[in-house]
């Protein structure tokens, strides 16, 4: 990327390189092609007639998408899905005229991002899961170790720091709950 662009530092500097990967625009432009993908598949068996060889050529290129042709067509159109389905059809001459066939732009973009939250929520549950698991081991260990525990931020009788550490643990497993929750209940638009 450019530096003479503006970047988040919230991918920058605090996404993991798996979060960089799954938000980055190779990753999102393959999600639409397969949108896409499906998209025609689904009005082919509606009755659609869309030739094996749309389909063949389409499902040949989920993940090779060309980002500098769809750049070009992007300064064209001023519009990034009209881009890519461009830079696609490109690919896939067959499928030129059935591509993004009664859809709208939110229908690729909206249902990608979505897909893009699901395996990000995803990722996070592992990682708490891991800390869950760490948690577990060091209030094992620690079961026995007296501490003062607190009221009101204010010094309160004795416990162990194996408690204190069962209650982090507490926390965490409510956003697990809430994680699977949301993992499992987010649904596409239309």
């Known amino acids: 990327m450019s530096e003479d662009r ?9 996404a993991s390189p798996a979060m960089q990967i799954l938000w980055g625009e190779p990753r ?6 397969r949108l896409w993908l499906a998209l025609a598949e689904s009005e082919r068996e509606l009755g659609l007639e869309i030739p094996d060889s749309a389909i063949a050529q ?4 989920l993940d090779d998408a060309d980002l500098t042709a769809a750049a070009r067509y992007e300064r064209r159109f001023r519009h990034d899905v009209m881009a890519h389905i461009h830079a696609f059809a490109d690919q896939a001459p067959a499928a030129r005229s059935y591509l993004h066939l009664g859809a709208t732009s939110a ?7 979505l897909v893009i939250m699901r395996e990000g929520l995803r990722l996070l ?11 577990e081991r060091f209030a ?6 007296p501490c003062l525990a607190y009221t009101h931020f204010q010094p ?18 409510l956003d697990v709950e809430e994680l699977c929750h949301r993992i499992e209940t987010l649904r596409f638009r239309g």
């Open 6 to 14: 503006w970047r988040s530092p919230l991918g920058t500097r605090y």
């Open 28 to 33: 999102r432009v393959s999600l639409w092609r």
């Open 58 to 61: 389409m499902r040949a290129h």
């Open 107 to 113: 229908f690729v973009t909206d249902n990608a991002d």
């Open 125 to 135: 549950l592992g990682r708490l899961i891991a800390v869950l698991g760490a948690l």
């Open 140 to 145: 094992t260990r620690y079961a026995r170790l």
């Open 156 to 173: 309160a009788q004795l416990t162990t720091v194996g408690k204190r550490a069962t209650l982090w643990m507490q926390d965490y497993a």
